[in-house]
């Protein structure tokens, strides 16, 4: 670890000044507060003459400075953009740069931003010793976040400011970090050297580049990640130093790709860009022709899936069975006329054929000169294709096997026709290497085909079948998967009757792709389940499921294949009929859409929380009431982003197509998926509406009482006579003695600290109420609330005890009852099943 900052801190000055970032500190109103010496080299002005005035000065183009004013007055958030700029020498001269600007947070809980610029005409190529921030940047797509680490420290090397992106990075979190050293932070011999870099950086004034470290993990999360970061001292407008800024990056994956990039050639730039079996097969027969062979066939075994009928449902034909089925096709004469089978057909061979033989066998046939004679025994086991050999003069032949995993896919053919040369041992080793990397994206195809379809008919099976809301809302929805290339996600969505007519939906993506992905989501959904059973508010669900996910992660074996820590986004809100209030929270979700009954759409201003299984901050609730006939959508972010499209963009375009009142909710759910999605989607797109109804002043009746045993008869009578005035006489005795019970409770437990006898303390308060509705919907739910918070708990009494069969008798009359809190108390509630004719 010294050695790389050693040689960091020695490197060349030539190579400094072409490939290191210029590093610029503002503050929240977009001023210069520290000025490094990079960024003096590039655009020629001194930290005297930059620091304390508008960075806006320095861009050129009348559009670059409108960006920076947004940013310096807040209306970009996070990471406010990457993009290309010109700026201004201070000889008058432009300079043509990438900007790349990212937040930053302080203990002041002020914004600041850092801004690298980098030279355009040195993103093309990158000599070994450029920084590693560069060509990640120059790969960027514009107006993206670079997923850069930030840290900027003071001379005493304590951390003032820092991005979002560095916590996930290092492993140090953002409470550890804030106003400590680096090895008061994470103490060890890794930060020692790494805060001696600094020391070096603050006295000298020269960046250094390229300085590797492990990430500050814990030890049973340690994988052998690996950072790289470049310093850079900040000075102000005196000339005295401000501190040091880092940058870093996590370059492990790049390492890596580098690593096998030195090895593949141009068979891995060509074969296998996608899980595609033809496609792929394909590739391979384009690549050897005309480069290895005029003529090649790629046929594949009936075991590879190729979404084709099964060769074994085929007959036999003039006595040959169809081994093959042919996927790649290839001549360097148009139309390839020396094959006898196009692509996508069943090949037919005779059972003695050197292709089932190498089938069989799984080597290599190879026949330099093939003997086209009159009467030779390729006329005897296949007249129709020893035609196709003499009248397009094939003489030369190689057949190699394509196997996997030890399994045999299909043969390769490579025939020469207008090449005179004879094939020779070399060419045999070249085609088994081609072959051999098609070989291992066809099995990696193959495997995926069946991984898809397991997670298909998982999610199939996991997602709600016949969802619907009751009496509170109509629901349509859409659920597409993801291509073949991306693999299926995580993507749920629940409609969960609630008690009190009321209805919860959800929407949620769980981090990743494939059967993992599938599996995790359909344990996320459980748990939201039984937490909605729960009846607590929506942000109380979300953190309670948020420390589900946590425990999820901390139980997965971390030795098992393509296990990873489980993190998803989440919508989860309950709608209410009867005062037609929607009650929302969200972790890390795209914030939903609210089209009013005229067409109106709007997104609410929903605190955004952070995604499950991370723990970091808690959620927030928002209370929105509804016109009746609003359309609630909920979605995921596999409809609003894409390759060329951020979320902002895509919101926009979502509002647009939903604005559209006419429509019934299937067709707008049909029309707004159709129109937003991507060919081919990159993410699991899902859709979710919600038109809410509302429920009339005749399906609910409420009344107060005093919390005195004497109005429990008053509450019978008047639930009794509500019950005739709805026609539900059969269900009067019952509900009465519901009511009775619950009432009963109410005054013994409720309001506060009862004292088991109805009496309060001085310290019940002052409500000394109890108020029961009825509600007629699907169901009858009778509901009696109070100011206590206590839960109650159905007691099995002895025979000899006088009281505690009150909520028994409850169970037993009614299909099922729970409770739930209010701000003010809480609400008993027991639902009971209504006539069809009700």
Not at 168 to 173: E, Q, R, Y
Request: contains cysteine; proline residues 7%; glycine residues 8%.
């Amino acid at each position: 670890m010294g050695s790389s900052a050693e040689t960091a801190v020695s490197a060349p000055r030539t190579a400094l000044d072409t490939v290191c970032p210029a590093i610029a500190l503002l503050d929240s109103r977009g001023t210069v507060v520290g000025w490094s010496q990079t960024a003096q080299r590039l655009v020629g002005y001194s930290a005297a003459e930059v620091v304390g005035r508008s960075a806006g000065v320095l861009l050129a183009a009348a559009d670059d400075r409108a960006k920076a004013s947004r940013t310096a007055r807040g209306e970009t958030r996070r990471c406010a953009w990457s993009d290309l700029a010109r700026l201004r020498h201070r000889d008058g001269r432009g300079i043509d740069v990438r900007l790349c600007v990212s937040s930053l947070s302080g203990q002041d809980g002020g914004d600041w931003w850092l801004v690298c610029a980098t030279d355009r005409t040195l993103l093309p190529t990158w000599p070994t010793e450029a920084t590693v921030a560069e060509p990640l940047l120059a790969t960027l797509p514009l107006r993206s976040c670079p997923p850069i680490g930030v840290v900027v420290r003071d001379t005493r090397l304590r951390c003032i400011q820092v991005n979002d992106t560095q916590g996930s990075k290092d492993g140090i979190p953002l409470r550890r970090r804030l106003g400590r050293r680096l090895t008061e932070a994470a103490p060890g011999r890794e930060a020692e050297t790494l805060e001696a870099v600094m020391h070096q950086v603050l006295e000298s004034g020269d960046p250094a580049i390229n300085v590797d470290y492990q990430a500050f993990l814990p030890v049973k999360e340690r994988g052998g990640r690996t950072l790289t970061a470049s310093y850079f001292r900040l000075d102000d407008a005196r000339g005295r130093v401000l501190g040091v800024c880092v940058v870093s990056v996590d370059v492990t994956d790049g390492l890596r790709a580098r690593e096998r990039l030195a090895v593949l050639g141009e068979a891995s730039r060509r074969i296998g860009t996608t899980l595609d079996v033809m496609r792929t097969a394909q590739e391979l027969a384009a690549l050897a022709v005309p480069f290895l062979a005029d003529y090649a066939t790629v046929d594949l075994a009936g075991s590879v899936p190729l979404g084709e009928e099964p060769l074994a449902h085929l007959g036999p034909r003039d006595g040959r069975v169809p081994a093959f089925r042919r996927a790649g096709l290839a001549s360097v004469h148009p139309g390839t006329p020396e094959s006898l089978f196009a692509r996508g057909e069943p090949v037919f061979v005779p059972p003695t054929s050197p292709f089932t033989g190498v089938l069989r066998s799984g080597r290599s046939h190879f026949e330099p000169v093939l003997d086209t004679s009159p009467g030779s025994r390729l006329d005897q086991l296949d007249p129709a294709r020893a035609q196709k050999v003499r009248e397009h003069a094939m003489h030369s032949l190689m057949v190699v096997p394509i196997h996997a995993r030890g399994a045999v896919l299909g043969v390769a053919v490579f025939v020469r026709t207008e090449d005179p040369r004879p094939f020779e041992e070399d060419d045999l080793l070249l085609a088994e290497e081609l072959v051999s990397w098609a070989a291992l994206a066809l099995d990696n195809a193959r495997q995926y085909a069946r991984e898809r379809a397991a997670a298909l008919a998982l999610q199939r099976l996991l997602h709600p079948h016949h969802p619907t809301g009751g009496c509170a809302a109509d629901v349509a929805w859409r659920y597409l998967p993801a291509d073949s290339h991306h693999g299926i996600g995580g993507d749920w969505f629940d409609v969960i009757p609630l008690s009190g007519a009321r209805v919860a939906l959800v929407v949620g993506d769980v981090v990743g792709h494939g059967i993992h992905a599938a599996a995790k989501m359909g344990r996320l959904r459980t748990a939201l389940h039984t937490l909605a059973d729960t009846d607590m508010p929506p942000d109380e669900v979300l953190s309670r499921l948020d420390e589900q996910v946590i425990r999820f992660t901390e139980a997965e074996d971390p030795r098992s294949p393509g296990i990873t820590m489980m993190a998803a986004t989440c919508l989860y809100a309950v709608y209410d009929p009867v005062t037609r209030v929607c009650t929302m929270a969200r972790a890390g979700h795209p914030p939903p859409a609210v089209i009013d009954p005229r067409g109106h759409v709007t997104f609410p201003d929903l605190p955004a929380g952070a995604p499950l299984g991370l723990g970091l901050a808690p959620f927030e609730s928002v209370a929105v009431e509804l016109a009746e006939g609003s359309v609630l959508a909920f979605y995921t972010d596999g409809l609003v982003e894409g390759r060329h499209q951020d979320i902002s963009t895509g919101m926009n375009r979502l509002g647009r197509a939903l604005a559209r009142p006419g429509l019934t909710l299937d067709g707008l759910c049909s029309t707004t998926v159709d129109r937003l999605r991507v060919e081919p989607p990159g993410d699991d797109v899902t859709l979710l509406l919600a038109r809410t109804r509302s429920l009339s002043a005749d399906q609910v009746a409420s009344w107060r009482f005093p919390s005195d045993p004497a109005a429990v008869g008053s509450a019978r009578t008047l639930a009794a006579r509500q019950l005739i005035q709805w026609g539900l006489d059969h269900l009067a005795e019952s509900t009465e003695l519901i009511v009775s019970e619950l009432f009963t409770n109410a005054i013994i437990h409720g309001n506060g600290h009862g004292n088991g006898n109805g009496e309060c303390h001085s310290e019940c308060g002052s409500d000394r109420t109890v108020g029961l509705r009825l509600i007629r919907h699907t169901m009858l739910t009778c509901e009696v609330s109070d100011a206590g918070h206590s839960h109650p708990l159905v007691r099995h009494p002895r025979s000899t005890d006088e009281h505690g069969r009150g909520l028994f008798l409850v169970t037993q009359l009614s299909r099922r009852w729970g409770t739930r809190h209010i701000p003010d108390g809480k609400i008993i509630w027991a639902d009971q099943r209504l006539p069809a004719r009700a």
